[in-house]
């Protein structure tokens, strides 16, 4: 069956390093990935949308990579904070639905 | 705009009562979505829809029934609780034009649901 899977241990790491956060997907190749932040007791919010045609994506302190040989998604966070600590959600696109991975949880330490 | 809502935020079921999730959303979206999120797991998809009067099932649809009369709202049911419906709900919303190939989809604050 088609699949998403995120690292389900937790990432810890010091204020101002980079987080890199992995997804991978098997038995299928979706046209696009997306990446949303889960904080606890609310709903995932939408952060960043790469399509299996570009390479990398950006947006402020985050960066997104899609490489379709490895069938593999990068997550970046530089110069991470303590507010950026949450779960990351990496979902894959497929016909008129989203398959979600479990997430990976973010804690950056001051 | 408030986006999606859900009600009730927490519910507490026993074994065999039926009960309505509701959702929301004055986006004017055209597609719709219910998951269920278990500890530790991804968001699995339980139903969605494309458009009012249109639904079909997702990945995990057992135990559960949708209706969509109206662009806004896609209430989910439940008709006879099981201990293994607890979990927390998730109502999502996204546009996506015909033919169009990706959506961004937009959640609302989830219902925590636990069956005794």
């Known amino acids: ?110 | 705009n408030a986006g999606v809502t859900q009600t009730p935020k927490f519910r507490i079921l026993k074994i065999g009562q039926s009960m309505t999730l509701q959702c929301t959303q004055d986006m004017n979206h055209n597609y719709m979505y219910w998951y269920r999120q278990d500890p530790g797991m991804g968001l699995k998809l339980i139903y969605y829809s494309v458009g009012a009067g249109i639904t079909d099932k997702g990945e995990v649809p057992n135990g559960y029934n949708v209706s969509r009369s109206t662009t806004e709202d896609f209430p989910l049911r439940l008709e006879l609780a099981a201990p293994s419906q607890t979990s927390v709900y998730f109502c999502a919303s996204s546009y996506r034009l015909a033919g169009a190939s990706t959506d961004t989809q937009y959640f609302g604050p989830g219902t925590r649901l636990t069956v005794l």
Do not use: M
């Not at chain 1, 040989?69 to 530089?78: E, Y």
């Not at chain 1, 990496?90 to 016909?95: D, E, F, P, S, V």
């Open chain 1, 1 to 110: 069956s088609q699949k998403i899977e995120q690292n389900s241990e937790a990432l810890n790491i010091q204020e101002g390093k980079t987080a890199t956060l992995t997804c991978n997907y098997t038995n299928y190749s979706p046209a696009y990935l997306q990446w949303y932040r889960q904080d606890p007791g609310r709903g995932p919010v939408f952060l960043l949308l790469i399509r299996e045609n570009e390479k990398e994506k950006r947006k402020e302190r985050l960066k997104v990579t899609f490489d379709t040989t490895l069938k593999q998604s990068l997550f970046h966070i530089t110069a991470s904070q303590p507010a950026d600590s949450a779960t990351y959600l990496c979902a894959g696109g497929g016909y008129n639905k989203l398959i979600f991975g479990a997430g990976t949880r973010l804690a950056v330490h001051p």
